[in-house]
């Protein structure tokens, strides 16, 4: 018997069908040609991959079906793996959802199965025993390409988290000794968190004595993100720095008196415009139009 | 005990070296009260950059020699909080509303002459 790379297979199953395994991969190799033209019609046929032309089915198509053939006989679905890996970084860009992997997978799958039906009909015995070795294989590489495609999905996904949490928390310096941090999108624990710490660094570093938060970009606000909100603007007081929150719609006004989040520390201004005035009397600026009451501080 | 204790102008400023135990904590409470009074201090700055850690008890300490000191008539301000102690005293269930706090001595010199001057406004 050849020494084959039978890395992964449970031992049983390689003693009994690295023979059947190959006369099965043989003659999918000579039926080559038809086979994957018949597995690219059921796919336009099934309308999966929309996203992409037929010239590239037909190509990855073809290249799919050799490692598909290959994994069958050696049992190492390691090449496919990689391969599934790399497929899904592609694709997954032009919008190619799961259901559609699994179910070219599964029509290849379905393709071979029916081909071998044709080829062994005459001997029932054989059949049933090809049908043995080839269905757990093709069951683990069908497993296989999904969990791939999942995967690559979730890390491009938690790249994309990764950017975004860095991209959303920048503390700005307008003047001396003030500080912007708009805040954009959700305001979890883990991001409050961050957001918390990046904002106090950047008042030592800035000495800031005020920092405007500025809400506008947070969609909806519940107890929890007004807990956060509370707990930074004390965290900013501890460090010297008097902080103001603007940007709160009527909306996530009206959310906040509903739930009776206790609001009362925290100074808080229509929009950024209106915050930044306030800043700047903070500040001891005199503001031009209101100079008679806005007396300096200092 | 590991806590200098200055006389500047009108004001007291003490500064925290190292770490404290309760009771060293509890001996500064009173000793401050007890200075505020003698000196006829307006104002008290607490530094306690030199710790690492606050723990619930000294933050109490802290809040309770503030409202002590107000009392006798010194605003107090506690300077040198640093970043990660700040978001760790919040999230204690304490009111710090009567603590002042500020970046460093400088800083809070500058407030508590800010409040002298508004005070002294109010008192003419």
Not at chain 1, 286 to 292: L, V
Request: net charge negative.
């Amino acid at each position: 018997m050849e020494t084959e790379p039978v890395t992964v297979q449970p031992p049983a199953v390689a003693d009994t069908n690295p023979p059947l395994l190959h006369q099965l991969a043989e003659h999918l190799r000579q039926n080559r040609t038809d086979l994957r033209e018949e597995w690219a019609r059921r796919i336009t046929n099934a309308q999966l991959l929309s996203a992409m032309t037929p010239e590239e089915i037909f190509s990855e198509v073809t290249a799919v079906y050799d490692n598909y053939v290959d994994a069958l006989e050696t049992g190492s679905v390691e090449t496919l793996q990689a391969y599934a890996r790399d497929l899904s970084e592609r694709i997954i860009a032009r919008g190619v959802e799961t259901h559609e992997v699994l179910g070219i997978v599964l029509l290849l799958r379905d393709v071979l199965a029916r081909s071998l039906f044709v080829n062994y009909q005459d001997d029932a015995d054989l059949l049933s025993q090809i049908l043995d070795a080839y269905e757990p294989a093709a069951n683990r590489i069908a497993v296989t390409v999904g969990v791939s495609f999942v995967d690559e999905r979730e890390r491009v996904i938690r790249d994309q988290q990764e950017s975004i949490r860095e991209l959303s928390t920048p503390v700005l310096q307008v003047r001396e000794r003030l500080l912007i941090l708009p805040i954009i999108g959700v305001l979890d624990s883990a991001r409050a968190r961050e957001m918390t710490e990046q904002l106090l660094d950047a008042i030592r570093a800035n000495r800031a004595k005020v920092v405007v938060i500025d809400i506008t970009g947070v969609a909806t606000v519940d107890v929890t993100v007004a807990n956060h909100l509370v707990q930074t603007v004390e965290a900013a007081r501890l460090m010297g720095a008097s902080a103001i929150i603007t940007g709160l719609s009527s909306k996530i006004a009206q959310t906040l008196v509903d739930l009776g989040v206790d609001l009362s520390m925290m100074k808080t201004v229509g929009d950024l415009q209106g915050g930044l005035e306030e800043a700047d009397r903070v500040l001891g600026y005199r503001m031009p139009e209101d100079a008679d009451d806005a007396a300096p501080v200092t | 005990m590991a806590v200098a204790v200055l006389n500047q102008r009108d004001y007291l400023i003490a500064s925290i070296q190292s770490d404290l135990s309760d009771t060293e904590v509890l001996q500064l409470r009173d000793d401050l009260a007890e200075r505020v009074g003698t000196l006829r201090a307006r104002g008290l700055i607490i530094d306690v950059a030199a710790l690492d850690v606050i723990d619930s008890f000294v933050a109490r300490a802290l809040r309770s020699i503030a409202v002590t000191a107000r009392l006798r008539g010194a605003e107090t301000v506690v300077v040198g909080i640093r970043p990660d102690v700040a978001i760790a005293l919040v999230q204690f269930d304490l009111n710090l509303e009567p603590i002042r706090a500020a970046l460093d001595v400088d800083e809070a010199l500058e407030v508590l002459d800010r409040m002298a001057l508004k005070d002294g406004a109010r008192d003419v």
